[in-house]
């Protein structure tokens, strides 16, 4: 018996990283899952290697989540070929790092739109299955940069946009049997932070050595450590919880 037997999620920007790992822990314990992303080649391979057993099929769907049509039309494409919707991960994400001075109005709306509007336009058009049959996990992808982050004004905004969100979410959704939080992570070995590691010229390896130096755990956090978190903010036991942000940061947001 697995804690998501039986449901069918949908988790964003899931071809790699931290997406990749929420997709393949909610496979594990049972969930029919719907891989998003950009690429739908990307999205089909990423689908193929979720744990799976006869009878239970998974999905991947080219979407670009800031694009309110797109979104909805991966929720009701999901809905049609896996039967229902139950939980949504947005996690779908991109940096545009730059000081403020030097941001331009595209690093600024690039990055809104796929965090914001994106988790926005993917929560519209899955609340209505959600409302219908009285049941829904909602878990956003916050950041402890939205505390503030030298070279993220955009993202920090929207980082701290998505608590908001999801604070706003548990209000108006919690008497339809939907809970809606967050989870921020600190730093998480993935693309996008060694590409960050690359726009600052730091070999990979030095760049996680000296994130994890800082770190009161005394190591970086992986993308299974998200899926850890996800997963029981998506299970029974959480339903309790809503409008929450929790940080998954190995005690970051304490020292910073
Ligand atoms: P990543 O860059 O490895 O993966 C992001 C995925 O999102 C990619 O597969 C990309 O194609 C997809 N994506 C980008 N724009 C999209 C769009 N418009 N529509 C659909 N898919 C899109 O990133 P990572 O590290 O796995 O991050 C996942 C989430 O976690 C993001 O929301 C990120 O902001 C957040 N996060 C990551 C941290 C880290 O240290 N890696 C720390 C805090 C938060």
Not at 1 to 14: E, I, K, P, S
Not at 17 to 31: C, P, Q, S, V, Y
Not at 114 to 131: I, P
């Amino acid at each position: 018996m697995g804690r998501f037997d039986g449901r069918v999620a949908v988790v964003t920007g899931a071809a790699r990283g931290i997406g990749l790992a929420i997709a393949t822990r909610l496979a594990d314990e049972g969930a029919s899952v719907a891989v998003l992303d950009l690429d739908e080649a990307q999205a089909g391979a990423a689908a193929e290697q979720l744990p799976a057993e006869a009878g239970r099929p998974h999905l991947g769907i080219g979407c670009d989540v800031s694009d309110t049509g797109s979104a909805r039309a991966a929720v009701e494409r999901v809905v049609g070929e896996l039967g229902a919707l139950h939980i949504l991960v947005n996690n779908a994400g991109v940096t545009r790092d730059n000081l403020l001075f030097k941001m331009t109005d595209d690093d600024w709306d690039t990055v809104i739109a796929v965090h914001l509007r994106g988790a926005f336009a993917m929560t519209r058009a899955a609340q209505q299955h959600f409302v219908q049959q009285k049941y829904g996990k909602v878990v956003c992808l916050s950041s402890v940069s939205a505390l503030g982050n030298r070279g993220q004004a955009n993202y920090a905004a929207a980082k701290m946009g998505i608590q908001g969100f999801v604070r706003t979410l548990g209000i108006e959704l919690g008497p339809f049997g939907v809970t809606a939080n967050a989870i921020a992570p600190g730093f998480i070995a993935t693309d996008m932070t060694d590409a960050t590691a690359a726009r600052v010229g730091m070999p990979v390896e030095e760049f996680r050595q000296a994130a994890a130096d800082r770190n009161p755990v005394r190591r970086v956090g992986y993308p299974e450590d998200i899926a850890a978190a996800a997963a029981f903010l998506c299970s029974e036991e959480a339903s309790y919880i809503t409008g929450q942000t929790l940080y998954v940061d190995g005690g970051a947001k304490l020292v910073s």
